[in-house]
């Protein structure tokens, strides 16, 4: 398989962003300061909670991003602003969300055997393990990938966003939470995108996991996974063990920062020698093997 370019990804946060008529300023900055991927988190209506992560209706864009005095749909405003992007030689990734959607997305009642529902009749939570702690994310309703009645309805429904996502320009998708859907489903949603479209890539979402969790995912057919560097603290051995199991299966991607952390200048209170070691240590960190 051929490797993708290495990537340089500028992180456009949607509700900082503003309107897609008001992006081609963002993606300016970011094509001058040498990018050229632009990731954008989910532009789709949310549900009640407001989490860009809680998608409400996959077909339909969150209000705020769209500028409702042009006389131009939704859709083609989204378009246009991706079509900016690659003008600019930035190809753009988008977050694709497919283990969960709202709480109180239609989807619970239209397609009721898509869900992973409790003994006492409610919808199932996504959860995770946060040091030792289970957190669980009430405005989320969990898909049941593994045993619904309806699995190639369920991936019928994924597989046509990923089309609908690509004819909006998109060219990445980086897999949120991909280490908790199965991993036949991402060989196969993989391996039918990219007989159509062989320049898309997939990137893992795999921040958190276990270091076997992490490559049984990233062996799903990833172009790339998202490590935790991040939160290492440049003394404990596993973000070297995790870069060891996972360096010979797939390229890695490091970051400083991101939508899930605060900006590391607050972090680091200011310290702009500290912000240079944290910049180059993920730069130096980064896979190209």
Same mark, same amino acid.
């Given at each position: 398989?051929?490797?993708?370019?290495?990537?340089?990804?500028?992180?456009?946060? /949607?509700?900082? #962003?503003?309107?897609?008529?008001?992006?081609?300023?963002h993606?300016? !900055?970011?094509s001058?300061?040498g990018?050229?991927?632009?990731f954008?988190?989910?532009?789709?209506?949310?549900?009640?909670?407001?989490?860009?992560?809680?998608?409400?209706?996959y077909?339909?864009?969150n +209000?705020?991003?769209?500028? @409702?005095?042009? $006389?131009?749909?939704p !859709?083609? @405003? #989204?378009?246009?602003?991706?079509?900016?992007?690659?003008?600019?030689?930035?190809?753009?990734?988008i977050?694709?969300v497919?283990?969960?959607?709202?709480a109180?997305?239609?989807?619970?009642?239209?397609?009721?055997?898509?869900?992973?529902?409790?003994?006492?009749?409610?919808?199932?939570?996504?959860?995770c393990?946060?040091?030792?702690?289970?957190?669980?994310?009430?405005?989320?309703?969990?898909f049941?990938?593994?045993?619904?009645?309806?699995?190639?309805?369920l991936?019928?429904? *994924?597989?046509?966003?990923?089309?609908?996502?690509?004819?909006?320009g998109f060219?990445?998708?980086?897999?949120? #939470?991909?280490?908790q859907?199965?991993?036949?489903?991402?060989e196969?949603?993989?391996?039918?995108?990219?007989?159509a479209?062989?320049?898309?890539?997939?990137?893992?979402?795999?921040l958190?996991? +276990?270091?076997?969790q992490?490559?049984?995912t990233?062996?799903?057919?990833?172009?790339?996974?998202?490590?935790?560097?991040?939160?290492?603290? *440049?003394n404990? /051995?596993?973000?070297?063990?995790?870069?060891?199991?996972?360096?010979?299966?797939? /390229?890695?991607?490091?970051? +400083?920062?991101?939508?899930?952390?605060?900006?590391?200048?607050e972090?680091?209170h200011?310290?702009?020698?500290?912000? $240079?070691? !944290?910049y180059?240590?993920?730069?130096? *960190? @980064?896979?190209?093997?």
């Amino acid at each position: 398989m051929k490797k993708p370019e290495k990537m340089i990804i500028y992180n456009l946060f /949607p509700l900082l #962003a503003g309107k897609f008529t008001d992006w081609e300023r963002h993606l300016l !900055r970011a094509s001058e300061m040498g990018f050229n991927w632009v990731f954008v988190n989910p532009i789709q209506r949310q549900g009640k909670s407001g989490s860009l992560y809680s998608i409400a209706d996959y077909y339909d864009f969150n +209000p705020v991003l769209v500028e @409702q005095k042009s $006389k131009k749909a939704p !859709r083609e @405003q #989204a378009k246009e602003a991706i079509k900016t992007a690659k003008k600019l030689g930035l190809n753009a990734m988008i977050d694709l969300v497919i283990n969960h959607c709202s709480a109180d997305s239609d989807l619970i009642t239209s397609h009721p055997d898509w869900f992973l529902w409790e003994s006492d009749g409610h919808v199932a939570h996504p959860f995770c393990d946060e040091d030792g702690k289970k957190v669980v994310w009430k405005d989320l309703a969990k898909f049941d990938h593994r045993d619904t009645r309806d699995k190639e309805g369920l991936f019928q429904y *994924f597989f046509n966003i990923v089309k609908s996502l690509i004819e909006l320009g998109f060219k990445g998708f980086r897999c949120d #939470a991909a280490y908790q859907v199965p991993k036949s489903l991402w060989e196969r949603l993989i391996k039918e995108i990219k007989k159509a479209h062989s320049d898309v890539v997939f990137f893992a979402e795999t921040l958190g996991c +276990p270091s076997d969790q992490t490559r049984r995912t990233s062996g799903a057919g990833f172009d790339y996974i998202f490590n935790s560097s991040k939160w290492w603290d *440049f003394n404990s /051995p596993w973000v070297m063990a995790q870069y060891v199991l996972t360096r010979e299966v797939v /390229p890695s991607i490091s970051f +400083p920062e991101s939508h899930d952390t605060v900006r590391l200048c607050e972090e680091l209170h200011g310290n702009m020698e500290g912000l $240079k070691q !944290r910049y180059l240590f993920q730069r130096c *960190f @980064q896979q190209v093997s």
